[in-house]
Nanobody
Framework: QVQLVESGGGLVQAGGSLRLSCAAS????????MAWFRQAPGKEREFVAA????????FYADFVKGRFTIARDNAKNTVYLQMNSLKPEDTAVYYC????????????WGQGTQVTVSS
């Protein structure tokens, strides 16, 4: 099966930057979408960004457009989320997810990494 491991979370001041990494094992993800979701305390998990592995097309939630960038490194089977201009409301556990392109839901999930943005 697909294994996803996030890293790169931490504590940062508002306006700062973090880069999250998601290392994927098991295969080359040529037929996959990979994504980042986040879940803040007391809130539902929400979509942040996604990337189509083949070709690298990207998709973003409105609330992160212009601030976050998703990218992948094919050789490393790694997906990144570059987060700039962070706001306190970005505080959440960030999860990496993956799905094969032919299904509608993300069925592989990482363990999550905490991002905390202070005022």
């Amino acid at each position: 099966q697909v294994q996803l491991v996030e890293s790169g979370g931490g504590l940062v001041q508002a306006g700062g930057s973090l880069r999250l990494s998601c290392a994927a094992s098991g295969r080359t993800f040529s037929n996959y979408y990979m994504a980042w979701f986040r879940q803040a305390p007391g809130k539902e998990r929400e979509f942040v960004a996604a990337i189509k592995w083949s070709g690298g097309s990207t998709f973003y939630a409105d609330f992160v457009k212009g601030r976050f960038t998703i990218a992948r490194d094919n050789a490393k089977n790694t997906v990144y989320l570059q987060m700039n201009s962070l706001k306190p409301e970005d505080t959440a556990v960030y999860y990496c997810a993956a799905r094969i392109a032919t299904i509608s839901h993300y069925n592989y999930w990482g363990q999550g990494t905490q991002v905390t943005v202070s005022s």
